[in-house]
């Protein structure tokens, strides 16, 4: 199956009409779809498959919040970032006052080709469809 782009008017005020592509988001695969589709493609029973990547949710959580960045080989690396205001004086700056969010950033597995130019595991061989409306 095809990732689907469906092409849409780009709105801004006062500016003539331009269209972009954008991908067409569909159903969320929950953690328990994975862990089944996963235990069918081996000899692990879902409720284990869902269990470790229950745990792993859990402790990645875990460090997370201790300042570690988790990489997951084949998969990516997610780190925890804050979203601050800034302030005339270092004296000044106040946690509860300054930081205005916690966010956590997700760098996905890449490798480099012909030069400079990332390519994307996740990206690689995707198969574009244009849906019509």
Known sequence: MALQVKVQKLKKKGQPDKWYGKTVKRQDVTLKQLAHMISQSNSVTESDVYGVLTALVHEMKFFLQMGHTI????????HLTIESETVEDKSDYRLKEHVKRVKCKFTPASHRITGRKLSYYFCEGVDLELKRE
């Not at 997951?72 to 997610?78: E, V, Y």
Request: charged content about 25%; glycine content about 24%; hydrophobic content about 40%.
């Open 71 to 78: 990489k997951l080989d084949g998969f990516g690396n997610f």
